[in-house]
DNA sequence: TGAAATGTTGGGGCG
DNA sequence: ACGCCCCAACATTTC
């Protein structure tokens, strides 16, 4: 009988996982995590993304125990760390699922040359994504800019085929291979600020699964109207579970489809198709990075190259993207935003959008600053997404807003949070106020504020730009770079 | 997956 | 009754 090793990324998932499934079905299976020592990325994860990892292996190992197997982790170099367990294990083969961020891909195909000239057969399956990003071209054959124009493409594409289920059980090798000790991967942080992340998340494989069904029988119905309203539980909260690969978007995708074709309801068909249009973006976002893979560090269009941001290394700039940092630049929905974030490693995507327009755009603060913040704050962080995402809000991407479209954080978040439930959520010094206030506190009455017991500047801080005033600076920095 | 400025329209108050 | 003005409300244009 042959042994396979799986060695496991950001697929912690035991269903629909074709790099599992095959080596099941050829024989014995060791499962393997490998925490790299080598200086691969300038992106390695953040701490809310180690936390999150750190659970959700250990849900991944009793998982694994439960069918009689095991997870195997190890430190070092991959291909190191992969050939000496071949080696132990007598094992012949090592399969993975591929990853997309481009110097992992790089890291892979190395590990795939020396497995080879060690003899062994490392073999990628397709697990991640609906398509593979170079399956999806416009009729020119070249990559999608738009988002659009992509969806529609897709849309008239092969459907993926079903979800494979998870192995009933798994083979034991002749020998297990030595295991590092969860806790020597030292993902946990050393200060313990993760009680309020336990409190909102339960990162692993069975968490996923309740998430997804609580969003299809609970918040799909009423998908497009409740999705933009922070306060609501309106939206999936997947992402971190996608990101981890506790569950795949093939998963999401079928049961979203078994829902619309058991369902007599156009109504709500129109709901899923909402929702399966944002997982769109998510494949957009990694066929955009294949095809751009410099875009995490540079602006997709040129010349934003030359835009004026402002310097963080100043004293001014510094304490502006630290005001953003810590939620404390003014604007309730921005601060209430930015504190969801650092309390419970998430923000509603609403959120997200005003969070990052207020500081490419108010704070004049460049889109990398940005990325790097939520890169290390969100459980979520997922370069390809995160990359999009902020290139998006900055206008230098694919698909990007105008450069003039500017979002006004009071206009926001009396829209979309309109009795200002999630901005008094986050920032509790604000709860006493109005709600024809509590969106910008500097324009209520002495008396109001006292009632309150806002005291701006102290309890509160004032804003830390006039918005107005910061529009009108962003319009004439962006004229300055027009030119192609 | 905007917001502000500017233009148009139509009801109602009023002389 | 009629014209004039005001100004929401809505539409269009511009940034």
Known sequence: MKTTLVWFRDDLRLADNPALAMAAARGAVVPVFIQSTEREDAW??????????????????????????????????????????????????????????????????????????????????????????????????????????????????????????????????????????????????????????????????????????????????DYRRD??????????????????????????????????????????????????RQLMWREFAYHLLHHFPTTPERPLRAKYERFPWTDVETLEGRRQLEAWQRGQTGYPIVDAGMRELWQTGFMHNRVRMIAASFLVKDLLVSWREGARWFWDTLVDADLANNTLGWQWAAGCGADAAPYFRVFNPVLQGEKFD??????????????????????????????????ANVTLGDTYPRPLVDHKEARERALVALASIRAD
């Open 227 to 276: 999705r933009d309203h922070p306060a609501v539980a309106g939206t999936s909260r997947l992402s971190p579970y996608l990101h981890h690969g506790e569950l795949s978007p093939r998963q999401i995708d079928h049961s979203v489809r078994t829902l619309m074709r058991e369902d007599v309801d156009e109504a709500r068909d129109e709901e899923a198709r909402a929702y399966l």
């Open 44 to 221: 390695k994860p953040g701490a809310a993304s180690r936390w999150w990892l750190h659970h959700s292996l250990a849900s991944l190992a009793a998982s694994l125990d439960e069918l009689g197997s095991r997870l195997v982790l190890g430190r070092g170099s991959p291909l190191e760390v992969l050939k000496s367990m071949a080696q132990t294990t007598s094992a012949d083969a090592i399969f993975w699922n591929r990853r997309y961020e481009p110097s992992l891909v790089q890291v892979d195909e190395s590990v795939a040359r020396g497995l080879r000239d060690a003899k062994l057969e490392p073999r990628s399956f397709h697990g991640r994504l609906l398509h593979e990003p170079w399956q999806v071209e416009t009729k020119q054959g070249t990559p999608y800019q738009v988002f659009s124009p992509f969806h529609r493409r897709v849309e008239a594409m092969p459907k993926p085929d079903p979800p494979l289920a998870a192995p009933e059980s798994l083979t034991s090798p002749p020998t297990w291979p030595r295991s590092d000790a969860l806790d020597a991967l030292e993902l946990l942080p050393t200060m313990r600020w993760d009680a309020t992340l336990a409190e909102a998340w339960k990162p692993g494989e069975a968490g996923a699964r309740e998430v997804l069904e609580r969003f299809l029988a609970d918040a799909l119905s």
């Open 418 to 451: 309109r009795r200002g439930e999630y901005v008094r959520r986050w920032c509790p010094e604000l709860s006493a106020l109005p709600d024809a206030h509590v969106h910008k506190p500097w324009d209520a009455p002495a008396s109001v504020l006292r009632q």
